[in-house]
């Protein structure tokens, strides 16, 4: 059986380099689909939403690969 993985809510840095908080977590009305509702902590403090198996993943950036979000709420800007 496998386990959900819970988000912890917190700052999270995106691999690219920009802060976001999680919020939390909701459902796709439509598929429900689990998804990672977040706030940009720049610009416009826009709130976004992304899927959270995608939230999650891990990619590859110049050979390595690294999580997309990392929990980064000791490291606040």
């Known amino acids: 059986m496998q386990q959900e993985t819970a988000i912890k809510q917190g700052i999270y840095r995106h691999y690219k380099g920009n802060y976001y ?4 977590e909701a459902k796709h009305s439509e598929t429900m689909e689990d ?3 977040y706030q940009a ?5 826009g709130l976004w939403v992304r899927p959270k198996a995608m939230f999650l993943e891990e990619i590859v950036v ?5 999580p997309r979000f990392c929990y980064a709420d000791e490291m606040i800007p």
């Open 35 to 37: 998804v990672v509702v």
């Open 62 to 66: 110049v050979g390595k690969i690294v």
């Open 21 to 24: 908080k999680v919020i939390g």
């Open 41 to 45: 902590l720049y610009g416009d403090y």
